[in-house]
């Protein structure tokens, strides 16, 4: 009795498997008890966020934690959803997450590139101008520390393969683009190759169409680049 009694309380919380010794269970670990060991990881609390967001929008079902998610049936997919966005540094993926769910996208395909593609030419011509241009702004100070060009100078003398790749990642915005000097100058001097790379991202008519349309906020955007030396 006494010893069912010590194994009942040496037994793994996660899997219910019972121990004799306490290194035994200390050294145990089951796939939901790793889980939880990686429940701080920066891609697994994405992952946790958008489960539950999920669920939120698709059952009935009350607010779920952690344990929940540790056994669910898509804890694998919803953390590689996580990883996914670390990896590529995703744009707002909240957002990501509330474009994939309103389109309906298979969860199989979450992480391909072509939808998160897909979905940053869409958000870039919705999101917030200012959202925008303080993205932008972290960008070019970042591509100026690892190239020695002040901030400012960046679109001006900066890598343009670099650049140009980040257009294409979201994090240098068309609001910054078209409405600055640097920005102009830039898209005058680039060659066929990088425009055709970037030109389904920064979408001229498109574009052109919106500031037609948000004028005030056009004229808010340009005198902060103006102001910032852009």
């Known amino acids: 009795m006494k010893k069912t009694e010590e194994t009942k309380k040496l037994s793994c919380d996660f899997c219910g498997r019972s121990f004799i010794r306490e290194s035994t269970i200390y050294n145990h670990v089951c796939e939901q008890k790793r889980r ?15 489960w539950v967001e999920f669920l939120s929008k698709n059952t009935n079902s009350k607010k779920r934690d952690y344990t929940d998610f540790i056994k669910s049936s898509v804890y694998i997919a919803f953390v590689k959803f996580g990883n996914y966005c670390v990896d590529v540094n995703v744009v707002q993926p909240n957002r990501y997450l509330d474009w994939l769910l309103k389109n309906s996208i298979k969860i199989h395909t979450w992480c391909n590139d072509s939808v998160y593609t897909d979905f940053i030419k869409d958000y870039l011509l919705r999101e917030n ?8 702004f972290e960008t070019c100070n970042m591509l100026s520390e690892q190239q020695g060009i002040l901030s400012k100078d960046i679109l001006r003398y900066g890598n343009f393969n670099k650049i140009c790749y980040n257009i294409t990642k979201g994090k240098i915005s068309p609001w910054m683009l078209y409405q600055s000097s640097s920005g102009t100058k830039f898209l005058d ?3 066929e190759s990088q425009v055709k790379l970037i030109v389904d991202y920064i979408n001229p008519e498109a574009w052109a169409l919106k500031f037609i349309r948000n004028t005030d906020e056009v004229s808010t955007v340009k005198q902060i680049l103006q102001e910032n030396g852009y």
């Open 189 to 191: 001097t680039l060659d």
């Open 36 to 50: 939880w060991q990686d429940k701080d990881k920066h891609g697994n609390r994405i992952g946790y966020q958008a």
């Open 129 to 136: 101008p200012l959202d925008a241009i303080n993205r932008s």
